[in-house]
């Protein structure tokens, strides 16, 4: 008979909290009893742990074995716990010894012949276990690369539950300590060179670039509107690391982490089809909920093509995100909050038929503004930029001047970067880019002369502005001013401004 502790995590969208599993081993008829409101998986592992128990060849308790997993009020599920659940056990049947269970977190799926099976979650699991002052782990072996992007943590990797019970057993045993971290390598971007004629849409993706804005382009096929959101990426600054851990938190609990270099350095590029659900888009599933493409953005790029070919229920749900920068999918198990600060670029044709000359649709009116009006107003609302691009009239030749390929362009924007930056930070604020900056700071701390915003003043009094609409003409006007290395906007950067939202397809 005895009593031992063991820890482990439990994960809520990427927040966790530790969770103690306490295990006790006494008289009464042979049976496991597991409490701590776990879900199916949790509930299975029962039977994987003692069955990996046996074909490790240890004994399993013939005893009633109760197992508590604390805080007993919050929903557990998953399959990672079973390790922590094992180690326990054996040692409050004094099989191992519980010393070096203090203070160490276990995460890990046991297969039924004892192999450490790999389990989704694991980096944003260590930072929990760092913060409630675990500081040894032991993981899967092929989640060390991710697991050794926390610093603080004595991390170990186990193939087997035998390598784990002959660590806590002090053998002569190895567990696999992390590679030697390596440099990730840089995502190839398309050059923006690629890229023929389009000079609005152009200036346009680099006014986006260097102010986080979001972008719409609309235009016939083939005027090369994927081409341009493609070579976003390439116009932004690298990941800061704190940016970088919380981009990579998403993606391994989203189980989409490069087992070779697991941290997301780079802002990155997710593609969603017209065809997508509502719960790839923002998050979803069973029991709590997983990450969508809008998280999976965080940081990076979110492109929509053909956007007026998704339902309108569904793009809309993207209104939320866009302003708080969260997206919080509430279920039966609680409440996932998932991060989603990411730059949107809507792409469309301008009607149904959208022919290579605008002279030959075949759409009536009706229709075209049928089809336009699944970008609803409230969504467009907050689309900073809109474009309208050309149709391609000429090929290019070799006496043509070469456009500006990606280096240059991406040496201005981060240039209006740091310039932004720099203001901000002068007055104590936070704001990575003029796109967060409050609107009641702009208009209260950083307010422009009234001769400089006449043109929205008129705009508001005659309706064809909304109070956010006028916010974020302002926001643009100081990326306009920062690309210009001027101090302030000027009215011609506030006049541009409301030109980028007027853009819209008839």
């Not at 990730?184 to 152009?202: I, K």
């Not at 065809?275 to 909920?289: F, R």
């Not at 969508?292 to 929509?304: I, N, P």
Request: proline share 9%; aromatic share 4%; net charge neutral.
């Amino acid at each position: 008979m005895g009593l031992a502790q063991a820890w482990s995590v439990a994960l809520y969208g990427v927040d966790g909290l530790a969770v103690e599993i306490e295990a006790d081993v006494g008289v009464g008829q042979p049976r496991t009893h597991l409490l701590g409101l776990p879900d199916a998986a949790l509930h299975e592992s029962k039977e994987r742990v003692k069955a990996a128990v046996r074909n490790s060849e240890e004994e399993w308790p013939k005893q009633r074995i109760v197992l508590g997993l604390s805080p007993a009020n919050l929903p557990k599920g998953g399959s990672s716990y079973d390790l922590a659940i094992a180690c326990a056990t054996l040692a409050a049947a004094g099989s191992v010894p519980p010393t070096r269970l203090a203070g160490t977190v276990l995460l890990g799926e046991l297969a039924l012949d004892g192999r450490v099976r790999p389990v989704r979650g694991v980096l944003p699991a260590l930072l929990a276990a760092r913060r409630a002052g675990l500081r040894t782990a032991i993981v899967p072996v092929d989640t060390l690369p991710e697991a050794a992007l926390v610093d603080g943590v004595e991390v170990h990797g186990a193939l087997t539950l035998s390598e784990v019970l002959a660590w806590l057993r002090s053998e002569d045993v190895t567990l696999q300590p992390p590679p030697e971290s390596a440099a990730s390598p840089a995502p190839a971007v398309p050059d923006l060179a690629d890229v023929v004629g389009q000079p609005e849409a152009r200036w346009a993706l680099e006014v986006a670039a260097a102010g986080a804005h979001h972008l719409l382009l609309t235009g016939p096929p083939g005027t090369g509107k994927t081409m341009l959101a493609e070579r976003l990426p390439g116009l932004l600054p690298p990941l800061t690391r704190e940016d970088a851990l919380a981009v990579t938190a998403v993606h391994s609990v989203a189980g989409t982490l490069s087992p070779d270099c697991p941290l997301v350095a780079s802002p990155p590029f997710v593609d969603v089809h017209h065809t997508t659900s509502i719960a790839a888009l923002i998050g979803g599933g069973s029991g709590m909920a997983k990450p969508g493409a809008a998280s999976r953005a965080h940081k990076g790029v979110l492109f929509l093509d053909e956007a007026c070919e998704f339902g309108q229920k569904t793009i809309d749900t993207l209104r939320t995100a866009l302003e708080s920068g969260e997206v919080r999918i509430p279920r039966r198990d609680g409440i996932a909050r998932y991060p989603a600060r990411f730059q949107l670029i809507l792409a469309t044709n301008p009607c149904p038929c959208a022919p290579p000359k605008e002279i030959d649709c075949i759409c009536t009116t009706t229709v075209r503004r049928r089809y336009q009006a699944r970008l609803s107003g409230p969504l467009l609302d907050r689309v900073d930029l809109r474009v309208r691009m050309r149709a391609t009239t000429a090929m290019v030749n070799a006496d043509a001047t070469p456009p500006e390929p990606t280096a240059v362009v991406r040496e201005r924007v981060l240039k209006a970067r740091s310039r932004a930056a720099t203001r901000w930070s002068a007055h104590g604020h936070t704001w990575p880019t003029n796109a967060v900056v409050p609107g009641p700071a702009l208009r209260r701390e950083f307010a422009l002369p009234r001769d400089t915003i006449t043109l929205l003043d008129r705009a508001l009094a005659t309706g064809a502005l909304t109070g956010r609409g006028a916010d974020r003409c302002l926001r643009v006007a100081w990326t306009l001013a920062d690309l210009a290395e001027s101090d302030r906007p000027t009215a011609d950067h506030v006049a541009a401004a409301l030109q980028f939202r007027e853009r819209r397809a008839p």
